[in-house]
């Protein structure tokens, strides 16, 4: 153990290699910065700690959008967060998420957590859970694919950006959850960096047009050829799915499960309501694991409530506790419905109370506060009124988000 003192800075442009080194020697994985990942760097976003000359902690923020109920609002994109194994449990991680949480100009951050244990105490929460499907292709028996007038076609890295980015903007403005791109944020996404591949191909970007020509749906997969005792057992990894049509749905879904050689496709991230599992006849055969997706904390309660949009309408008084951001605490009047919200500081008694964790798990819809009633986390003081904020918060289609980021 090193026993020394460190200072905290926003990180600058020429230092995106070292930033990234240290947060890759963490995480254990090889880094090769690219060009583009140094453009996309926002060195005022990145902290670093420092001990002397070396870098020994990292955090950084993306400025990207967010899809949430009815609405995209601004999101602090939180990763690359990570603390030299000779510096660990000294408070180096708290000193970073409680600058960054108090300086982030966003109402709220966002991140996924490489670990469950870690983010709680900052006042995040699981807001998203995440499907994964193991599927037994020998076994899984997918359903016919009817009146497709469409077809499906391979795509370039290059043309990805322009025609996936409106296709992907209205995804949002469908399900919560999901991270807008802008195309050099797609092309950073699409790099495909051999050491990155895992011993499988290079990503195949599909797309699938309608009668017309359009683009309605897109997928993002990779394959890996192997060798069982019996044949081929190759195994495909889908990254990405995107559909805005039906049929556009079905037809990437049905190619992708019927590919020839393959006995097993991987796909880790779909929601909780993945339609997934109404094109197949027999749904035990994709092995489905539900786990930890978006992790949400609020840094404005006011200013995020007032974002979103709501269920059904809601009038409610919430007292809101939160250790780590001042301005956070204190009793708060949430009205709204599915066209508009308001959220403003008041004397009026309380309705609710929780702290900030059990508004931001609520906040896209995906959880419901009376889950947390049941363990004293939200107390109801106003009878009816934690079942009219729970199906307020609520939203018909659960969050999804697309990317580990
Ligand atoms: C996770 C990591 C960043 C923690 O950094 P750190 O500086 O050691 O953390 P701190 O000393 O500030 O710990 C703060 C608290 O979190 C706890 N904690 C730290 N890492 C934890 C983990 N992986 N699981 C559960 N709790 C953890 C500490 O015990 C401490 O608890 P306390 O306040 O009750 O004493 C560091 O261990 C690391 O770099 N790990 C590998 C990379 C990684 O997983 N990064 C996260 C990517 S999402």
């Known amino acids: 153990?090193?026993?020394?003192?460190?200072?905290?800075?926003?990180?600058?442009a020429d230092e995106h290699d070292r930033f990234i080194g240290l947060f890759a020697t963490a995480m254990m994985f090889e880094s090769s910065p690219s060009d583009l990942d140094r453009e996309l760097f926002e060195p005022e976003r990145a902290l670093v700690a420092v001990d002397g000359d070396d870098f020994v902690g990292t955090a950084k923020a993306m400025s990207r959008d967010l899809s949430v109920p009815g609405a995209v609002v601004d999101a602090a994109h939180v990763t690359a967060v990570g603390v030299r194994a000779t510096h660990r449990r000294r408070g180096i991680l708290s000193a970073l998420m409680s600058r960054q949480l108090r300086?982030?100009?966003?109402?709220?951050a966002i991140l996924w957590?490489?670990?469950s244990g870690i983010y709680g105490r900052f006042g995040y929460a699981p807001a998203a859970w995440g499907v994964s499907y193991e599927v037994d292709l020998h076994r899984v028996r997918p359903?016919?694919?009817?009146?497709?007038?469409?077809?499906?076609?391979?795509?370039?890295?290059?043309?990805?950006?322009?025609?996936?980015?409106?296709?992907?903007?209205?995804?949002?403005?469908r399900r919560p959850g999901v991270s807008g791109r802008s195309e050099q944020v797609w092309r950073g996404q699409l790099q495909d960096k051999p050491e990155h591949r895992g011993g499988r191909m290079a990503r195949q970007i599909l797309v699938h047009r309608d009668a017309a020509g359009a683009v309605d749906g897109y997928a993002l997969w990779?394959?890996?050829?192997?060798?069982?005792?019996?044949?081929?057992?190759?195994?495909?990894?889908?990254?990405?799915?995107v559909a805005l049509a039906p049929t556009a749905y079905r037809a990437l879904w049905h190619y992708l499960l019927t590919l020839d050689l393959a006995a097993?496709?991987?796909?880790?991230?779909?929601?909780?309501?993945?339609?997934?599992?109404?094109?197949?006849?027999?749904?035990?055969?994709?092995?489905?694991?539900?786990?930890?997706?978006?992790?949400?904390?609020?840094?404005?309660?006011?200013?995020?409530?007032?974002?979103?949009?709501?269920a059904t309408a809601v009038d409610v008084v919430i007292e809101v506790t939160d250790e780590l951001i001042e301005a956070n605490n204190g009793r708060f009047r949430l009205t709204g419905d599915t066209e508009h919200a308001t959220c403003e500081r008041t004397d009026a008694t309380a309705d609710l109370s929780a702290?900030?964790?059990?508004?931001?798990?609520?906040?896209?819809?995906?959880?419901?506060?009376?889950?947390?009633?049941?363990?004293?986390?939200?107390?109801?003081h106003t009878p009816g009124a934690l079942s009219a904020a729970t199906a307020a918060f609520g939203w018909p289609v659960a969050p999804v988000s697309l990317e580990i980021f």
């Open 143 to 173: 359903r016919p694919v009817d009146g497709d007038a469409g077809r499906i076609e391979a795509l370039s890295a290059e043309e990805a950006p322009a025609q996936l980015g409106g296709l992907l903007r209205e995804f949002q403005a």
């Open 113 to 115: 957590a490489s670990e």
């Open 264 to 310: 097993k496709l991987d796909y880790g991230n779909a929601a909780v309501d993945e339609p997934l599992l109404q094109l197949v006849s027999n749904p035990v055969a994709l092995n489905r694991r539900l786990s930890e997706s978006l992790w949400v904390r609020l840094t404005d309660v006011p200013r995020a409530l007032a974002q979103r949009r709501y």
């Open 355 to 380: 702290s900030v964790t059990e508004l931001s798990a609520a906040y896209l819809g995906g959880r419901q506060l009376a889950e947390f009633a049941a363990t004293g986390r939200v107390v109801e």
């Open 222 to 241: 990779r394959g890996k050829m192997n060798w069982g005792p019996t044949g081929p057992a190759n195994e495909v990894a889908v990254e990405e799915l």
């Open 103 to 108: 300086e982030v100009p966003e109402a709220l």
């Open 1 to 12: 153990m090193v026993d020394s003192e460190y200072v905290l800075r926003a990180a600058t």
